[in-house]
């Protein structure tokens, strides 16, 4: 069991994207892939990654671009940059783009595995979407611990900041139970865990919720999980 973390695979290597790919999606990574910088950057214009491995050497548009481009555009996406032996002056200004790790070439399909799952561990939902952000029709802090809407306040749980949080983070995207116990509670899945997810979230409806028998901002995705729609 490992997670359902989607990773984009940035590589101009037909053979290692493959082989990558493979390997990902055996532990059970969802997983798209780009050949060039420029199909990189186009799929991330479209649709939320948990991760990319970013290439340094490519065609069209090079890693170290595409890094520096999407931080200054404030993609928080984390990022492992793939260097090539003999590149160390590009590895240092990959970190300095704001690339989280970087794994040397050739590198074992184990190695990267675990620094794959080492920066997942790393990210905190608070990263992703900051301390205050919109939520629907909603302004949250969760510092403060509170949400407004039309100028009310309505108060909220650690908790119930750290689930919404994890669906801020990830829109559009079906959030399984299992995503959100171990993401909020740090937890591996029980019985019981689901029955304490869902006791959260129609808590967490009653509270948010313009009308909690028809929610808008956290959908019932029947079968799956809990779906934020902005
Ligand atoms: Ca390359």
Redesign the pocket.
């Known amino acids: 069991m490992d997670n359902d973390a989607h990773i984009l695979i940035v ?3 037909p053979r290692i994207r493959s082989a990558l790919r493979d390997f990902l999606e055996y532990h059970g990574f969802g997983v798209t892939e780009a050949g060039d910088g420029l199909a990189a950057k186009r799929l991330v214009d479209d649709r939320t990654f948990d991760l990319i491995l970013l ?4 065609p069209e548009i090079t890693g170290e671009q595409l890094c520096a481009n999407w931080r200054r555009a404030g993609l928080q996406t984390p990022i492992i940059m793939v260097t ?1 032996k003999g590149q160390e002056k590009e590895k240092i200004s990959g970190l300095e783009m704001g690339a989280d790790d970087y794994v040397t070439k050739p590198f074992s399909l184990e190695e990267m595995l675990a620094r794959i799952r080492a920066v997942l561990r790393r990210i905190d939902p608070a990263r992703a979407v900051g301390q205050t952000f919109r939520f629907g029709d909603l302004d949250v802090d969760v510092q403060a611990l509170y949400v407004t809407r039309d100028g009310q306040t309505i108060e909220i749980s650690a908790r119930e900041a750290g689930i919404i949080q994890h669906f801020a983070a990830h829109p559009d995207r079906v959030i399984s139970r299992d995503e959100l116990y171990r993401q909020v509670w740090k937890e591996t899945l029980t019985d019981l865990g689901t029955r304490t997810v869902d006791m959260h979230i129609a808590k967490l409806r009653a509270r948010i919720e313009v009308d909690s028998n028809d929610p808008k901002l956290i959908q019932t995705v029947r079968g799956a999980g809990y779906r934020y729609v902005p």
Do not use: F, N, R
């Not at 290439?55 to 490519?58: K, R, S």
């Open positions: 590589e101009d290597e290439d340094l050497m490519l090539a």
